[in-house]
């Protein structure tokens, strides 16, 4: 390799803020607003009906604030397949590139609940431990996918018990929902900023590809039956 190789090869990247900053082209830009409102969209709805489900519980009104509950779930777990799919694609289209943009660590104080702290924790150990951006970029796509992962299914969990009012502690669910909802908030924020900054380092040769692996629709989940709900918490 010559000496002009050997420069690139051990020039420091731009930075995440640099790289977030930075101008797409308007092909590339297409395709992350595109993405973002596969993911926005659902959150957004997600949002209004657990915030609603809330209001609805102070009020005293019981059952409306269970069946609120109820519809955060059915959308928080295609949400969560859509975002971890989308992630799975990046990692895979990133493998067949040579240069990857430079990450920052997850910081666990960004993070409420205890699988989301936890998760932080470890990246941010490995982080260190790690030589290279590029380890570090497959390592922060993997720690993504698996955090939204956990977090979805626990809040199914926690918001399914209060639908069918069977939580043994319901203060403490409702809490717990609040605290996941957060934490998945996070998370979307952080693939967000992920997501920009891969599309500026992919070849222009390679956006058309990527596009069709990262809009295909994901498989839908069966909706669970339910049983009636009743008026005490």
Not at 98 to 113: A, E, Q
Not at 201 to 213: R, V, W, Y
């Amino acid at each position: 390799m010559h000496f002009a190789g050997l420069l690139k090869l051990f020039a420091p990247g731009r930075s995440v803020e640099e790289q977030w900053a930075a101008r797409l082209p308007a092909n590339k830009v297409a395709v992350f607003d595109r993405a973002l409102q596969l993911w926005t969209a659902p959150f957004n709805m997600l949002s209004v009906a657990l915030d609603e489900a809330i209001s609805l519980r102070s009020g005293g009104l019981l059952v409306l604030a269970r069946q609120q509950a109820a519809i955060s779930s059915q959308v928080m777990a295609p949400l969560s397949l859509t975002v971890t799919a989308a992630l799975a694609r990046i990692d895979d289209a990133a493998r067949h590139m040579p240069d990857l943009p430079v990450v920052d660590s997850l910081n666990p104080s960004f993070f409420r609940g205890h699988t989301a702290q936890d998760a932080a924790s470890w990246n941010q150990l490995f982080f260190h431990i790690l030589f290279g951006s590029r380890a570090r970029f497959f390592l922060k796509v993997r720690t993504l996918s698996e955090m939204l992962e956990k977090i979805a299914q626990e809040f199914c969990t926690f918001a399914d018990e209060i639908a069918d009012a069977g939580g043994a502690s319901p203060e403490r669910s409702w809490s717990t929902l609040e605290c996941l909802q957060y934490d998945f908030n996070t998370c979307l924020r952080e693939s967000e900023v992920l997501l920009k900054c891969f599309l500026g380092n992919l070849p222009a040769s390679q956006l058309s590809q990527f596009e069709q692996t990262l809009l295909l629709p994901v498989p839908a989940l069966a909706s669970p039956q339910r049983h009636p709900v009743s008026d005490h918490v």
